[in-house]
């Protein structure tokens, strides 16, 4: 009995879906409505919007992008910016090169300051997440001695070689980190056979993070890495008592959970050790034969893959240390000519359509929806900027003329109009599936503000409910290009958006 009643309801189920698929075909999706419901408060953001600077030679003094890329770093004016010296450029990120003797020692911030200052300058009185991401090679056990090039601008894909540290304790870690934070907020450090490297700067070091994507960077293990990270924190601790934790850096986060299992269990780490902060990453990657049209789905369904992932990580972190809290420092996308290219090791014409931009905009403007939704601490862009040969499809300024391009924008609209403390309200459920165009209402100190994201290649009318009608917008598409969010107002009763619009509306 049960059996045929439940094949009736499967029957009459698909039937009903056969019949609205067809008259979806014949008469296309009506317009989205929104059903905003201001009274129902469904939580208070913890979310703060920003992204993530990593050197390269076009963030060097004197680059054609340098006055540029750093102008709108300061413009944002972002919190928990992440700074990320890291391995493909040995000398802009390793300060001692090659192994101390008995003679001498080859400690060197020649390359390293430059950047570096210029940094925290442009994010002076903002808080910065501090990233020397590369360990030198000479303290892993390899074959041969690791040869970097002579040229600091020279890529160099594969510094980060070995796995086992010489020192398998890793205080020669810790103790090389430790003269490294010390150099940027001591004045300076002693070195390994006592003679003093003065430098001058005391700069203030809120957040560490510890090392990037360890599982790929070395193969690390997850109790390797536990005990890298414990050594570490207690080096930097003894020159910075106080400077807060960023672990892990996972770029693997949905293959490994055993990962998170292991490093967020205190009993895995030395007695004081702090877990502050953990941080993940995602990038949406299509396919090779994908155009505008794939991409407007590959993101998409791809980042609620993510998502999923995000909510299985919150929950071992809160049965396992539920003050930790969470920093998504690198969300974006990296298009597979990107890879080509690095595989190539040279740049190729320049092929990205113009409104990828909007599309990857696009694509952060609904992360950061989503996650502030699941309450994630920090929600962070990467990155400032990339450029041909050095994943261009990630960059936040335009390679060509300097200018901040529709990432760039995106984030600053929703930095410039969200912040935590501003209350999300529900809305109404979609009937089928996702809707196209995500709807968020806030509630913030300036007012009732609502996000629209296009996640469509096509032109999105959204039907609004009364009080809606006529609020002023701040919107970034097609039209807006390299320039700043253009103001409007809603239509009357409608709201228009282009192909992956972002758009602020503020209630009259």
Request: net charge negative; hydrophobic share 35%.
């Amino acid at each position: 009995m049960h059996d045929e009643y439940a094949r009736g309801v499967a029957s009459a189920s698909l039937a009903l879906c056969l019949s609205i698929a067809g008259m979806v075909a014949a008469q296309g999706l009506p317009p989205q409505q929104t059903g905003i419901d201001w009274n129902k408060v469904t939580l208070l953001s913890k979310s703060t919007p920003t992204l993530q600077v990593v050197t390269n030679p076009m963030l060097n003094p004197g680059a054609p992008i340098h006055d540029g890329s750093f102008g709108a770093l300061k413009a944002l004016g972002a919190d928990y910016v992440r700074f990320v010296p890291w391995l493909p450029y040995p000398k802009i990120a390793v300060a001692e090169l090659d192994a101390p003797t008995a003679e001498k020692t080859s400690w060197d911030f020649t390359y390293i300051d430059p950047v570096t200052r210029d940094f925290l300058a442009a994010t002076e009185g903002h808080s910065t997440i501090i990233n020397f991401s590369t360990i030198p090679a000479w303290m892993f056990k390899t074959d041969k001695p690791v040869k970097y090039p002579d040229d600091p601008n020279q890529v160099f894909w594969t510094y980060t070689q070995g796995t086992e540290l010489r020192d398998p304790t890793g205080k020669e870690v810790g103790d090389y980190f430790g003269r490294l934070v010390s150099w940027y907020t001591q004045g300076g450090f002693t070195d390994e056979n006592g003679k003093r490297h003065q430098s001058g700067y005391h700069y203030t070091f809120p957040y560490w993070e510890v090392l990037n994507e360890v599982e790929s960077e070395h193969k690390t293990t997850p109790e390797d890495y536990t005990k890298r990270y414990d050594a570490m924190v207690e080096g930097i601790r003894k020159v910075s008592p106080q400077t807060k934790f960023v672990g892990m850096a996972s770029t693997l986060s949905g293959d490994n959970p055993r990962f998170f299992e292991y490093f967020l269990n205190s009993k895995n780490h030395k007695e004081g050790i702090p877990l502050d902060f953990v941080s993940f990453h995602f990038y949406a990657v299509p396919a090779l034969d994908e155009t505008l049209d794939g991409w407007q789905h590959t993101f998409f369904n791809q980042a609620d893959g993510f998502l999923s992932t995000t909510r299985f990580i919150l929950a071992i972190r809160d049965r396992l240390s539920p003050s930790t809290k969470i920093d998504t420092d690198e969300l974006g996308v990296i298009l597979p000519t990107d890879l080509i290219e690095i595989e190539a090791a040279k740049a190729m014409p320049d092929h990205i359509p113009h409104r990828y931009w909007n599309a990857a905009g696009a694509l952060y403007a609904y992360l950061f929806v989503e996650l502030s939704k699941q309450g994630v601490d920090v929600i962070g862009e990467s990155q400032l900027v990339g450029y041909p040969s050095q994943f261009p499809s990630v960059s936040m300024i335009d390679y060509n003329n300097g200018k901040p391009n529709a990432r760039y924008w995106v984030l600053k609209l929703i930095k410039d109009n969200f912040h935590p403390g501003d209350k999300l309200v529900a809305n109404a459920e979609a009937m089928f599936g996702s809707p196209e165009v995500e709807v968020q209402g806030f509630i913030t100190p300036q007012g009732r503000k609502v996000l629209f994201v296009n996640k469509t290649n096509s032109d999105k009318t959204v039907k609004l409910q009364p009080e809606l009608a006529n609020g002023t917008t701040l919107t970034i598409d097609d039209q807006t290009g390299d320039e700043s969010p253009r103001a409007g107002k809603a239509d009357g009763s409608e709201l228009k958006l282009a192909p992956f619009a972002v758009t602020v509306l503020q209630l009259p």
